[in-house]
T-cell receptor, first 112, second 116 residues
Framework: DAGVTQSPTHLIKTRGQQVTLRCSPKSGHDTVSWYQQALGQGPQFIFQ???????QRGNFPDRFSGHQFPNYSSELNVNALLLGDSALYLC???????????FGSGTQLSVL | AQSVTQLGSHVSVSEGALVLLRCNYS??????LFWYVQYPNQGLQLLLK??????LVKGINGFEAEFKKSETSFHLTKPSAHMSDAAEYFCAVSSISSGSARQLTFGSGTQLTVLP
């Protein structure tokens, strides 16, 4: 049983560009959450998708957007990249409530 | 709003010694509390969780944590450290919100080093 898979594993972009990160949840999971983990810090909640809708959103600007597909996979889009967007982006899936999140290995985004 | 404070960004212990990683939380409602471990270049793995049942929670790899409401603490312990325990540890609190979905608020992490 595959766990949470994220692609790509590493990405290098320049300021002002746009990026799309992808996540496939663990089999049987219907909820996908995205977190940003800056170097030396704990993950910060970006948003959560359930039934193809954004259900919760953290304190992130509208440059961060997402989507969930009928197969429960999800994308995170970031527009107009800033240097400060450089971080590890983690996807986590769960079934219903969040008491047991399963995390992917993340996508390391570097903005130059 | 809920928050988590992890005391000590770096902790070093000798192999076989007691591991104690400290976590204090702030919450206006009864919290759900979690400890996660992150190995280099990997995602987070759940060690244990407190969800208002027993205050002493046992997790994987010999770790346990005790919920102390009076001290607003949820410290992580392990009686005897092993070299493989070297990793970053995160304490987290869940935020009950509308609907069935919740979000986690993480602390800034504690890097555990195990010395031979």
């Amino acid at each position: 049983d595959a766990g949470v898979t994220q692609s790509p594993t590493h990405l290098i972009k320049t300021r002002g560009q746009q990026v799309t990160l992808r996540c496939s949840p663990k089999s049987g999971h219907d909820t996908v959450s995205w977190y940003q983990q800056a170097l030396g810090q704990g993950p910060q909640f970006i948003f959560q998708y359930y039934e193809e809708e954004e259900r919760q959103r953290g304190n992130f600007p509208d440059r961060f957007s997402g989507h969930q597909f009928p197969n429960y996979s999800s994308e995170l889009n970031v527009n107009a990249l800033l240097l400060g967007d450089s971080a590890l982006y983690l996807c986590a899936s769960s079934f219903g409530t969040v008491e047991k999140l399963f995390f992917g290995s993340g996508t390391q985004l570097s903005v130059l | 709003a809920q928050s988590v404070t992890q005391l000590g960004s770096h902790v070093s212990v000798s192999e076989g010694a007691l591991v104690l990683l400290r976590c204090n939380y702030s919450s206006s409602v009864p919290p759900y509390l979690f400890w996660y471990v992150q190995y280099p270049n990997q995602g987070l793995q759940l060690l244990l969780k407190y969800t208002s049942a027993a205050t002493l929670v046992k997790g994987i790899n010999g770790f346990e944590a005790e919920f102390k409401k009076s001290e607003t603490s949820f410290h992580l312990t392990k009686p005897s450290a092993h070299m493989s325990d070297a990793a970053e540890y995160f304490c987290a609190v869940s935020s009950i919100s509308s609907g069935s979905a919740r979000q986690l608020t993480f602390g800034s992490g504690t890097q555990l080093t195990v010395l031979p």
